[in-house]
C-alpha cells in the first residue's frame, strides 16, 4: 500500500507546474521576421541548450511557447543568451570505453541554439547535450565555427587527444596580449576559454567590459534528523521450517546528520545527499512448532546498526522558502554485533545486505522537514545458505536544517 501511495504521489507531483521555483523573469526573443518581443521567459536555468522556452506578457497571461524554428535569439535579463546557428558539430563521444579510433573529426550540419559565453568582437558560445559539451566561436559577423577537441583510442589502445581548438585561437585571436605558450596551456574548459576570450576582446577594445552574470551560489545544507522506524522481520529456514520465526513488528528510534549539496543548475532544484543514521530493532518471538521440544521456541533479534544512505533528492518549490520533494537512495549497512539468538542457545549472526529508500516529504521555511520514508525489504542473514529474511521498514522522520 505504502509503495502505491508513494508512486501516486510522484507522478501527481511531478505533472504540476505550479510546484517550482523557476520563475519568469524579463527578457526578450527575436522572430525569423527580426521583431524584437519583450516578455517574461520561464528560467529554468538550463543545463542542457534548450530547442524551445515558454513565455508571457505578463503576469496573468496564459503561458506560450516559442521554438527554435520560430525564434532566432532569446535573452533573459541578467541570465543566458541563447542564438540559433547553422552549425557544423562532431558529437564523437569523450567517455573513455566509448572512445573511437580515429584521430580525425566528422561533422554534422544541426540548427542549435548555442549559449553565449563572451560578446564583443570574438564570441564565444556553448552547447550541452547530457555528456557532450562542445564550443564555438565567432569573429565579428562570421557564423559560429566549432573549436575542434576529440579524445580518441590511437593504434596502440592509448588515449590521445586532437587539439587542433589550440591552432583555431592562434589564428584568430591575434593579440599582444595573448601568446604561444598560454594557447599551449589553454583546456578545453568554460573557464580558461572565457578568460582568454575576454583577454582578446579588452586587447583590441580597452572600453570591453566583461560580462557579469548571476552565478548561482554553491549550496550546502547539514540537517539533524530524527524519527520512528516501524519495521518487521521474518526469517525462514528451509531445512527446518520449525525454526522459521515472524517476528512481527515494533517501533524503534532512528537519528542521522544528512549532508546535502544542491546541483548548480535548475535552480536548486536538484541534490545530492548522504545521511549517515543509527537505527536499532529490537523484538521476541516464537518459532514455528519444534519436533525437537514438540513447542516454539523463544527466538530473540537484537539488531542494531549504522546506515549509510546515498542518493539524490528532488524539489518542487511552491516559493523560495517552502517545498515538497521527493528522494532516492542506495542504503549501505553496518551493524554492530547484530544477532538473532534461539534459547536452545543457538544463534545467528546478522550480516545485511544493502537497499533502497524512497521517500516523500515537505520542508517549511527552508528549515523544518518532515517525511515518509519507505525502505525495500533487507536480507539479514547472508552468511547462512539455508537461511533468508526480509526486514521490511517503514519510517516518519523529522529535521532541522542548519
Not at 565555427?145 to 592562434?170: D, P, S
Not at 520542508?363 to 526486514?391: A, G
Request: glycine share 4%; hydrophobic share 35%.
Amino acid at each position: 500500500m505504502a509503495k502505491k501511495i508513494i508512486a501516486l504521489a510522484l507522478l501527481w507531483f511531478s505533472s504540476q507546474g505550479l510546484f517550482s521555483q523557476i520563475n519568469f523573469e524579463n527578457g526578450y526573443f527575436i522572430t525569423n521576421e527580426g521583431v524584437n518581443t519583450k516578455c517574461l521567459i520561464r528560467n529554468i536555468d538550463w543545463k542542457d541548450n534548450p530547442d524551445s522556452f515558454q513565455y508571457k506578457f505578463d503576469g496573468d497571461d496564459s503561458v506560450q511557447e516559442a521554438t527554435i524554428y520560430n525564434v532566432q535569439e532569446f535573452k533573459i535579463d541578467n541570465g543566458p543568451k541563447f542564438i540559433r546557428a547553422q552549425i557544423e558539430i562532431n558529437r564523437s563521444p569523450n567517455q573513455t570505453s566509448e572512445l573511437e579510433q580515429d584521430r580525425k573529426v566528422s561533422f554534422s550540419k544541426e540548427q542549435l541554439f548555442l549559449k553565449e559565453l563572451t560578446a564583443g568582437e570574438a564570441r564565444l558560445y556553448i552547447f550541452e547535450d547530457k555528456n557532450l559539451i562542445r564550443f564555438f566561436y565567432a569573429m565579428n559577423d562570421m557564423n559560429p565555427e566549432q573549436l575542434v577537441y576529440k579524445k580518441y583510442r590511437n593504434e596502440n589502445m592509448q588515449i590521445g587527444e586532437n587539439n587542433e581548438y589550440k591552432q583555431q585561437l592562434l589564428n584568430a585571436l591575434d593579440c599582444s596580449a595573448i601568446n604561444i605558450a598560454s594557447i599551449q596551456r589553454l583546456r578545453y574548459k568554460t573557464e580558461p576559454l572565457v578568460r582568454t576570450f575576454n583577454t582578446y576582446n579588452q586587447c583590441v577594445n580597452p572600453e570591453y567590459e566583461i560580462q557579469t552574470k548571476e552565478k548561482l551560489k554553491s549550496k550546502f545544507l547539514l540537517t539533524a534528523n530524527v524519527g520512528a522506524n516501524f519495521a518487521s522481520l521474518s526469517i525462514t529456514n528451509g531445512p527446518f521450517a520449525q525454526r522459521s520465526t515472524d517476528f512481527g513488528s515494533n517501533m524503534g528510534f532512528r537519528a542521522g546528520i544528512e549532508l546535502e549539496s544542491f546541483l548548480p543548475f535548475n535552480k536548486n532544484k536538484w541534490s545530492l545527499i548522504f545521511e549517515p543514521t543509527y537505527q536499532n530493532f529490537k523484538k521476541e518471538g516464537l518459532t514455528n512448532i519444534s519436533v525437537l521440544y514438540n513447542n516454539p521456541i523463544q527466538a530473540k533479534v537484537d539488531y542494531t546498526s549504522i546506515e549509510f544512505p546515498l542518493g539524490f533528492r528532488h524539489y518542487f518549490y511552491f516559493n523560495e522558502s517552502n517545498s515538497l520533494f521527493v528522494d532516492a537512495a542506495i542504503v549501505f549497512d553496518t551493524d554492530f554485533n547484530s544477532k538473532i539468538t534461539f534459547e536452545n542457545n543457538t544463534e545467528l549472526e546478522i550480516d545485511a545486505w544493502g537497499n533502497w529508500r524512497l521517500g516523500i516529504g515537505y520542508k517549511l521555511k527552508d528549515k523544518i522537514k518532515v517525511q515518509f520514508r519507505y525502505f525495500t525489504p533487507r536480507e539479514l542473514l547472508n552468511k547462512y545458505k539455508s537461511w533468508q529474511s526480509e526486514y521490511e521498514v517503514y519510517s516518519i522522520v523529522l529535521g532541522y536544517s542548519f
